[in-house]
T-cell receptor
């Protein structure tokens, strides 16, 4: 089983609140990713990182931001949550030495903004 | 047109059946083809991958890619209730393989 953790697993929060979704991996992987997954829809890449101090936006526009100060940690922040941010957020990582299709996913954070 | 099309199902089969899951894609540049399995309330896990065309077999699972028709298949033999999950196909281009393009996933239920 992959050693990639996400907290919280579930979060219900009011509009306008600032939230941070945590993602940590203990595999020493250089590459990390954030995906958004809505029921019955495709996973969409919203952010990725090749390593410390590297962050890139994915294909799906997102109002969230990310940081990569440590290899093992890749938090996602929403400054002001809105109901449109309600979704499942999945974090993943992959090793520099293997093709990036071999991504290891965390269990996800299900976010509900009321 | 979406880059990867996948019938979301749901698909329900009896235990022991052969299951066929399929995707089509539109971008000829895709070279990597993956199948991920996602159990309820879990993240996806890589099941199989194939580079370019051809077949790949792993136990009861066979992945097949036909680049001429842009068709991806996953076959499950002797299906088990533990195979009940959502199966996601994914593709990537060479050199851009960080950016996986996923299908919507097919929800499979194997009934005992």
């Amino acid at each position: 089983e992959a050693d990639i953790y996400q907290t919280p697993r579930y979060l219900v929060i009011g509009t306008g609140k600032k939230i941070t979704l945590e993602c940590s991996q203990t595999m020493g992987h250089d590459k990390m990713y954030w995906y958004q997954q809505d029921p019955g829809m495709e996973l969409h890449l919203i952010h990725y990182s090749y390593g410390v101090n590297s962050t890139e936006k994915g294909d799906l526009s997102s109002e969230s931001t990310v940081s990569r100060i440590r290899t093992e940690h890749f938090p996602l922040t929403l400054e002001s949550a809105r109901p449109s941010h309600t979704s499942q957020y999945l974090c993943a990582s992959s090793d520099r030495g293997t093709a990036s299709y071999e991504q290891y996913f965390g269990p996800g954070t299900r976010l509900t903004v009321t | 047109q979406k880059e990867v099309e996948q019938d979301p199902g749901p698909l329900s089969v009896p235990e022991g059946a052969i299951v066929s899951l399929n995707c089509t894609y539109s971008n000829s540049a895709f070279q990597y083809f993956m199948w991920y399995r996602q159990y309820s309330r879990k993240g996806p896990e890589l099941l199989m991958y194939t580079y370019s065309s051809g077949n790949k077999e792993d136990g009861r699972f066979t992945a097949q890619v036909d680049k001429s028709s842009k068709y991806i298949s996953l076959f499950i033999r002797d299906s088990q209730p533990s195979d009940s999950a959502t199966y996601l196909c994914a593709t990537a281009t060479q050199g851009g393989s960080e950016k996986l393009v996923f299908g919507k996933g097919t929800k499979l239920t194997v009934n005992p």
